[in-house]
């Protein structure tokens, strides 16, 4: 494995861990506001979605020898 592949690697698994956190505590808080477990899990996976695509482009800006 390769140097760069290690690297992308840990930030996908960072990207991920961190993205779960977020969805929970958002589906969390949603369940906390309203007591409906399908709007919890709709918060939480839209929560975790956002945050995987914003952490991972982020990411690939980061990474980008050109930025």
Known sequence: MGYKVAI???LLVVAVL???????????????????NGRALIAGGTAFGGTLVLLITAFNFVMDPDA
């Open 8 to 10: 992308r690697l840990l």
């Open 18 to 36: 961190a993205a779960s956190l977020v969805g929970v505590i958002v589906g969390w808080a949603a369940r906390t506001v309203e007591p409906s």
